[in-house]
C-alpha cells in the first residue's frame, strides 16, 4: 500500500472522533443543582422582600411621625392636646366676657340717659307720667272731672282736644264700670 500523504489537520480530526466525547456541562437546572438553584432563588427573593418590607416601614414610620403631635416632656400626648383646648377656651371665656362687659356697660349708659330723659319730661309736663297709660289716665280722669262738673261731649272735646268719639267712649265706659261696680 501506498503511503499517502495526510495533512496533520486531517490526524487531528481523526484522532478527536476516536476519543469519547467530554461530558456536558451541568446547567443550574440539572437533577443534582436543582435543590442549590432553589435555595438560591429562594433566598434571593426572602432576601428582596426583607429589604421591600424595611423600606415600607420606614416610609410609614415617617409619615406617622409628620401626623402626631410632639410629645411633651412628660410623653403624655393627649394631655397636652388637653391643656391646649383649654387654653384656648379660657381666652374665649375672656374674650366674651369682656364683650358682654363693654355691652352691659353701653346698656346702663343709655339707660341712665333714658331716665334723664323721663325725668326731664315729667318736669316739663308738671307731674308724675305712668309709662304704662301712655297718658290715657290722666285724659279720662280729666273728662270725668269735666263730665261732672255738667260739660257735655262736645264741650269736653273742644277743651281737652281730643276726638268727640274717644270722650264719648271714655264716659260710656265710665258709666258701664259704675253699674257694674254696684252690683
Do not use: C, W
Not at 420606614?58 to 391643656?83: I, Y
Not at 353701653?106 to 309736663?125: F, T
Amino acid at each position: 500500500m501506498a503511503h499517502v500523504y495526510v495533512p496533520s489537520i486531517f490526524r487531528e480530526i481523526e484522532a478527536l472522533e476516536a476519543e469519547p466525547p467530554p461530558a456536558e456541562p451541568r446547567s443550574v437546572f440539572g437533577t443534582r443543582d436543582t435543590i442549590s438553584g432553589l435555595l438560591i432563588g429562594v433566598g434571593v427573593l426572602a432576601l428582596v422582600i426583607l429589604l421591600l418590607r424595611n423600606q415600607m416601614r420606614k416610609r410609614d414610620k415617617d409619615s406617622f411621625r409628620a401626623v402626631r403631635p410632639r410629645q411633651t416632656l412628660t410623653g403624655d400626648v393627649g394631655l397636652d392636646r388637653l391643656e391646649t383646648a383649654m387654653a384656648d377656651a379660657n381666652e374665649l371665656t375672656r374674650t366674651l366676657a369682656s364683650s358682654a362687659d363693654n355691652r352691659a356697660a353701653r346698656l346702663e349708659a343709655l339707660i341712665e340717659d333714658a331716665d334723664r330723659r323721663i325725668a326731664e319730661l315729667e318736669r316739663l309736663r308738671g307731674g308724675a307720667v305712668d309709662p304704662t297709660d301712655n297718658g290715657r289716665r290722666s285724659t279720662g280722669d280729666a273728662i270725668a272731672k269735666l263730665h261732672a262738673s255738667g260739660a257735655d261731649a262736645q264741650a269736653i272735646s273742644d277743651e281737652l282736644g281730643v276726638p268727640v268719639g274717644e270722650v264719648e267712649l271714655h264716659l260710656s265706659l265710665r258709666s258701664r264700670r259704675a253699674v257694674s261696680d254696684r252690683k
